[in-house]
């Protein structure tokens, strides 16, 4: 008999809001603080200490408009956030500061997440939905040089970019995107040559998150439907479906894979959280806490496998925290 789903770990009040966003900083090592950075629809980025499960700081650097990404730049001190005043901010939070020391104008009315990759020491590139509806810019952070905008072909329809994934396969190789479009296609782009790989009709709605597993080169993605769609990368560079999932009910907000590429989690519109195994997406388990819509799900990146930890943000302004298949 299957073992019923564990209760959250603990689970984190206090935003006032919607949680929108999630992001991890455990890795450091002892006596280093494991911490949590989450993004609320109030406009505030709050700062949790996973030892005693409260907040240590409160950032406020969007005028009060929703946070919906928060990510660190190389350790707890370097903060990147995006809001729907259409700010990317960095942050400088080393000896308790709590300034913005920069920030880009993205110009873009939408909810699309910027994506992060670090290319070399101190080096990153950002790639952001542009102003222009379809266009996504690629910034090189932190002197914010323009790299190239990346412009679907004449009549190509694809509506807004919804979602951003940067990545390479290692160091020192081609930067690449996967993007997730309105009209429910991923595209593969070539970052340095500013062109479309391939293109996949996954959906028949926006695509609302993805994420990608470089070394087995195999992406998901969810959208407002009751579909998870598997795809695969091939040599020649072309995206391929590999399978689909039906879903009991429909609207997928946020997709990740833990990083050690074992098992997912989906953030559920439905107020579920999701589990599956990457290898075969076969269903782990459903976690059912929360009152609303689940909004993100976030892994933590703890060395030891068994102090890893799953994070889940909701409308009904709660964060539950999982341990769950930490042994594997």
């Known amino acids: 008999m299957a073992l019923p789903p564990p209760d959250p770990q603990f689970v984190l009040r206090g935003t006032s809001a919607p949680v929108h966003t999630l992001h991890?900083?455990?890795?450091?090592?002892?006596?280093?603080?494991?911490?949590?950075?989450?993004?609320s629809e109030n406009g505030f980025?709050?700062?949790?200490?996973?030892?005693?499960?409260?907040?240590?700081?409160?950032?406020?650097?969007?005028?009060?408009?929703?946070?919906?990404?928060?990510?660190?730049?190389?350790?707890?001190?370097?903060l990147l956030s995006q809001g729907r005043d259409q700010r990317i901010c960095l942050w400088d939070l080393a000896e308790g500061r709590t300034s913005v020391t920069d920030s880009v104008f993205t110009e873009h009315v939408g909810f699309c997440r910027c994506s992060l990759l670090k290319v070399a020491q101190g080096r990153w590139l950002m790639a952001m939905a542009a102003r222009s509806l379809e266009e996504v810019q690629i910034l090189e952070l932190p002197s914010k040089t323009s790299v190239c905008t990346l412009k679907p072909e004449v009549g190509a329809k694809l509506g807004m970019p919804m979602c951003l994934k940067l990545w390479q396969l290692s160091c020192g190789?081609?930067?690449?995107?996967?993007?997730?479009?309105?009209?429910?296609?991923?595209?593969?782009?070539?970052?340095?040559?500013?062109?479309?790989?391939s293109q996949l009709n996954c959906h028949q709605e926006p695509v609302m998150s993805l994420d990608f597993d470089s070394e087995k080169a195999k992406g998901i993605s969810g959208s407002s439907e009751k579909v998870l769609s598997i795809w695969s990368l091939n040599e020649q560079q072309n995206l391929q479906v590999y399978k689909t999932h039906e879903l009991v009910n429909a609207g997928i907000s946020d997709i990740t894979l833990r990083p050690d590429?074992?098992?997912?989690a989906t953030a559920g519109w439905d107020h579920r959280i999701r589990i599956f195994g990457w290898k075969k997406l076969k269903p782990l388990a459903v976690l059912d806490y929360h009152t609303a819509t689940v909004h993100c799900v976030s892994f933590s990146d703890h060395s030891t496998p068994r102090d890893r930890l799953l994070a889940a943000g909701s409308r009904d302004q709660r964060i539950s925290v999982w341990s769950i298949y930490a042994q594997t």
């Not at 700062?47 to 946070?67: C, E, F, I, P, Q």
Request: glycine content about 12%; hydrophobic content about 35%; charged content about 25%.
């Open 173 to 197: 190789s081609q930067p690449v995107l996967l993007a997730g479009y309105e009209d429910g296609s991923v595209v593969l782009w070539n970052v340095s040559m500013g062109k479309a790989l």
């Open 261 to 264: 590429k074992k098992i997912l």
């Open 45 to 78: 980025i709050h700062v949790w200490n996973l030892k005693t499960h409260r907040v240590d700081r409160a950032l406020d650097g969007h005028g009060r408009k929703s946070v919906y990404c928060v990510e660190t730049m190389g350790g707890k001190d370097r």
């Open 24 to 39: 991890f900083s455990c890795g450091g090592p002892e006596p280093d603080i494991p911490l949590l950075f989450s993004g």
